[in-house]
């Protein structure tokens, strides 16, 4: 995990303010310079052609690279829809998802964390949303795709796409979070970029039928009908049951991310959107759905996705991603280079409902400022934070505490291990701390 | 234009309720059965192995196929990260932005549009966004790129990306729409798609620095200041006069675009972001701002970006775009297969803050009903609406007509015409009609 290269900070390198006086006047001579402009002012439409004919004035002949412009300032560059899908720059390529290589056996029932620490703002780019497969993923012919509603409905039905597509859709902004992100800090185990720990979370508009349209035009059963259970297309059969409250209220039979149809690795063409809940419960490759009268205890809820406690039980059906938030720059991996201002940033949300505040701290906790939190600040939706921070080049810890409407805050990690214990695997929400060096080196540590 | 292929909506395919029982079959088989559920109840623990154990049962030796599972139900996906930046299913190829052959000389000096009528939501995949460039597109190195601020400040500054990113940052969602969008409807010409007619607008999740910030540390002149002039990176020395009072407003020298840096296509590593204003005055490859008293009236103020008026003069300067909306599926070049439910969408935008209602016809403007907007509706970003439709099979006209907090009413492509003539190119907002036939199909029409 170590040894793969990360997406380090642009903050490692060092600023350079009035750079090379080569570079100014590349600029300069590039620009409109003062006599141009007093040309420009004299002569509107002749503007156009004087600005061709002012560079010609200023280059001698013999030497068209006089005035030192960069290639892209005095070249053609590419047409348009030279990439019909457009793609990231090619200075871009090292911010990629990553697996944690040795996490499972096979890649196909494994992990692709999202690049946290190079993102900005809320919506994090289809291309890098995460990846956690149970049997691989699969780019299905949505014209041969099905949605079966059945169980305890009076008309249970077979949907196409094209059926789902004409219905009343909703788009929505919701976070989506694996119920294992930060497992390995339950074990006190310093994982070495945020992208590592806490990148089991993405977020993006998601747009598709209200999982309530559905139900009522099946005719669900209002006198019995408790919960439903989801199933998914794929070979591992993924199964997970919903209250049948949650699945009236906010749940979304989706087929649209961030504009566009999901990406297969992501469900195409459908999968359901479950806001505030547990990536697993976002079943993909959707395919079935069932009106039950009492939870179903599949394999993927009675086996896996439980919360070993510290007596011995296991908590289930635990699937609320409580208030929680991580500095995503500077974290883990990065370096600061020098003193001075730096722009510290994260992400907050909360799966109960809006985030009402960010606190940060530079000391490990012992004092806190309120961060300011970025347009807008939706419910069960990522929520982007900013506070300025003068390093004065002394070790420092730096955290981010949550809070949300519901007037919970995000918790300590010893507040967590004192209910919780060390053996789970889920649901650790604790505040995260990353220690600063005096040589600017940025690290994961735990804080008591 | 009316050769190339067009993304056709999804409303094309016939809905097909309770498809075939083979289907049915495969899907119920696959499933958890009523025997295989209770078995699942009465053992939690071993229900992971019970799975295999189940559909072994059910399988005859010597005929591996039986069930009639999709291959992707029967067999391993691909791993996590196999595409580390994932792209759309490939039945979603079809989905692209593209140019207008024959609009302009060289595709370098063109625009691709983008494909309004197969996206959902607000965000426009990057990927999509559209492109206009004066000199083509570059993918410039950030390491080599500068912004320099000069002209009536008291410390003039050049600023690598570096500094700029360690700089107080915000995150904020606009709409950007090419002044010359819908230029086509002013000469009753009708374009053959929605993509071609108001595919120069996008709507992304910027992030960056606010100029005021820079203007502030460069001590620009409070006296005397009136205007910023913005100047691209590109051949074209794309040069945009903005006024003070906005720079100082909500301008954003902004690096971030939806979660990750900026295209190449759409200015990489820095663009401006003017919220509400045309995108001539976005300045990609942005490298220079310079402050200054009066409008520096540049070829592409000059020259270019100016309105025709019916009197022989010219209006300039107008950079606002004003309230408008559009209905993008069903729209022209679609097909409505058959009668029955639709959901009819659409984009509302306003370049003075937020949209305030939608309202929509389907008999050409004699009556409206009001639509339903998603949330979030943000100042000077798009607006999703959705409406319930029944199509009784008989010729309709669908429009759109959007109203902005300031009370604003979109106007009628008439109304708008006896202000302005025929013969501009730019600020085009009327309201759009689609005229659905009694065969379905749905075309460009003029409504006055």
């Known amino acids: 995990m170590a040894n793969e290269p990360t997406q380090r900070g642009r903050i490692l390198r060092a600023p350079e303010h009035f750079v090379d006086g080569q570079l100014a006047a590349d600029i300069t001579a590039s620009g409109l310079n003062e006599e141009r402009r007093g040309f420009l002012r004299r002569s509107f439409l002749a503007a156009g052609a004087a600005l061709a004919g002012g560079q010609a004035l200023a280059q001698p002949a013999g030497d068209p690279n006089i005035l030192n412009l960069p290639e892209h300032a005095r070249t053609l560059g590419k047409p348009v829809a030279s990439n019909p899908y457009g793609m990231p720059s090619k200075f871009e390529t090292n911010l990629l998802r990553r697996e944690s290589p040795g996490l499972t056996r096979v890649g196909a029932a494994s992990v692709a964390f999202t690049p946290l620490q190079g993102l900005f703002g809320i919506i994090t780019p289809s291309g890098l949303h995460f990846e956690r497969h149970h049997q691989g993923w699969y780019d299905i012919d949505p014209s041969k795709h099905r949605l079966m509603i059945n169980g305890m409905v009076k008309t249970p039905k077979v949907y196409t796409m094209d059926d789902l597509m004409r219905m009343p859709s909703v788009s929505r902004m919701h976070f989506i979070e694996c119920g294992a992100n930060t497992a390995m800090e339950w074990g006190n185990v310093a994982v ?14 998601f747009t598709g039928v209200p999982l309530s349209v559905l139900l009522e035009e099946c005719g669900y059963d209002k006198k019995n009908a408790r919960v439903i259970l989801a199933e998914g297309g794929d070979g591992s059969a993924m199964t997970r049951t919903i209250s049948l409250d949650r699945a009236l209220d906010d749940v979304i039979v989706a087929w649209g991310m961030n504009g566009e149809m999901l990406r297969p690795e992501n469900g195409y063409p459908l999968r359901l959107v479950v806001p505030g809940v547990q990536g697993v419960s976002w079943v993909k490759w959707l395919r079935r759905i069932e009106v039950g009268d009492q939870p179903y205890a599949t394999k993927d809820e009675a086996v896996h996705y439980i919360d070993a406690m510290p007596d011995g039980n296991f908590r289930q059906y635990t699937s609320i991603q409580e208030c929680k938030s991580v500095i995503t720059t500077p974290s883990a991996g990065q370096t600061l280079l020098d003193k001075g201002f730096y722009n510290v940033t994260g992400l907050a949300w909360s799966g109960r409902g809006r985030i009402k505040r960010v606190d940060v701290s530079v000391d490990g906790g012992r004092n806190w400022r309120t961060a300011r939190l970025e347009s807008p600040v939706l419910p069960k939706c990522l929520t982007r934070f900013n506070i300025d921070w003068v390093w004065d080049g002394s070790p420092a810890v730096l955290q981010s505490r949550a809070i949300d409407e519901t007037g919970y805050v995000q918790p300590k990690i010893n507040e967590l291990r004192a209910v919780r214990g060390t053996k789970s695997i889920y649901h ?19 804080v008591y």
Do not use: D, K, R
């Open 428 to 446: 650790n929400n604790a505040i995260q701390s990353w220690q600063v060096a005096q040589s600017g080196e940025v690290s994961n540590v735990q």
């Open 192 to 205: 070495p970029t945020v992208q590592y720990s806490h990148g089991m979370l993405s977020c993006s508009e």
